[in-house]
């Protein structure tokens, strides 16, 4: 049965509909108000590269053929599956990837309630698949010493390294946390010194700062920033051309691996493959050994759901026994409109995914 002229032109504004919202949701609601986060920028577009993909090579859609069945429960039932047949995802990353293009059909809807259904049957019948329990493994005190131990702090990059590892360990930030901190966040004259960190949703949590990493903090800052430092200066800096950039996590990276593999010969349980987030592990499981409520943990991180925190429940008597005998104190305690023109685009660059 031939569609009418009336059934294409409403198909064509329904298309340039669904083209718009994204192409706005992916390129300005994103970046400014769904996350701070430069790479949960990078996964959201990844994950809308994916379903475009999809709905390209699989679905063979195009932008003549871009409707509401697009992002229907079977449409995306099916994209998950492919994910994970095709893509070889893991029913962690395949959740990560839904819970995008949810977030997608929500902003849609917000924009037109005319499509409000489509996150709503999403929501509904769309459940999480089932994901295996992680186990998280912190250092042990041991490992974090040893590490603390390596860098030479009669010189700058020693000093600048050892008290960036000693406050991502102290406070269990995210490393962008650490990154992102300006003087004005560092807080050392107060009663109860503190750091302000700025996580994940733009949400603001306050860390109090344990003597001993707030005297190295001092003698950071007097020998990074000087006498007075500059308020809205990054904590942690990068020169180039006379001005203090922010730090880049590869960067750190490297350092990392460098302090692991020097520390690892004094050590062996000091994990070669180190990286910024086994200090937040570290300290998060430290605080369970020390019997700290998970609750309280779950503030201390950061953490929108105490389900992202049950993670470090789970320490064993055995943890608990190496606690006990390893009490001495860590060195821390000493917009172009693309979707216009489809005739010459495919689905990503109406997206606004090519630019």
Not at 283 to 305: F, P, Q, T, Y
Not at 311 to 336: C, G, H, N, R
Request: aromatic share 8%; hydrophobic share 35%; glycine share 4%.
């Amino acid at each position: 049965m031939k569609k009418s002229k009336s059934d294409k032109k409403a198909i064509s504004l329904q298309a340039r509909d669904l083209a718009q919202y994204t192409y706005e949701w992916i390129n300005i609601h994103v970046p400014t108000l769904k996350t701070s986060s430069c790479h949960t920028e990078r996964a959201y577009r990844l994950s809308l590269r994916l379903f475009t993909l999809f709905l390209e090579t699989v679905k063979h859609v195009d932008i003549f053929s871009l409707t509401t069945a697009c992002y229907s429960v079977e449409t995306l039932n099916e994209w998950r599956m492919w994910l994970k047949n095709e893509r070889n995802a893991s029913n962690s990353t395949c959740n990560n990837r839904m819970s995008v293009i949810k977030s997608l059909l929500e902003y849609i809807g917000g924009k037109n309630m005319a499509y409000s259904y489509l996150y709503l049957r999403a929501a509904e019948h769309l459940r999480p698949l089932k994901e295996p329990q992680k186990k998280i493994k912190g250092m042990t005190r041991d490992a974090v010493q040893a590490i603390f131990a390596v860098p030479d702090t009669n010189t700058r990059i020693g000093l600048r390294d050892l008290t960036l590892m000693m406050l991502s360990y102290g406070v269990a930030a995210r490393i962008d946390e650490i990154l992102s901190l300006t003087i004005r966040n560092v807080h050392l004259d107060a009663k109860d010194p503190f750091v302000l960190l700025l996580g994940k949703g733009n949400k603001i949590r306050s860390i109090y700062l344990e003597s001993g990493l707030v005297e190295w903090l001092r003698r950071y800052i007097e020998v990074f920033h000087g006498k007075n430092p500059s308020k809205g200066n990054f904590l942690f800096y990068s020169p180039c051309h006379g001005n203090k950039n922010k730090l880049t996590q590869p960067a750190i990276s490297k350092r990392l691996k460098l302090y692991a593999e020097k520390a690892h010969q004094h050590c062996e349980e000091v994990p070669l493959n180190l990286h910024s987030h086994l200090w937040r592990h570290s300290m998060a499981c430290h605080w369970r050994e020390d019997n700290i409520n998970i609750v309280e943990i779950k503030e201390l991180m950061g953490h929108s759901r105490l389900e992202s925190t049950m993670i470090y429940q789970d320490v064993t008597e055995e943890q608990k026994k190496a606690a006990i005998e390893t009490l001495e104190d860590t060195v821390t305690k000493s917009l172009e409109r693309k979707w216009k023109m489809p005739e010459n685009k495919g689905l990503a660059a109406m997206f606004g995914l090519d630019v």
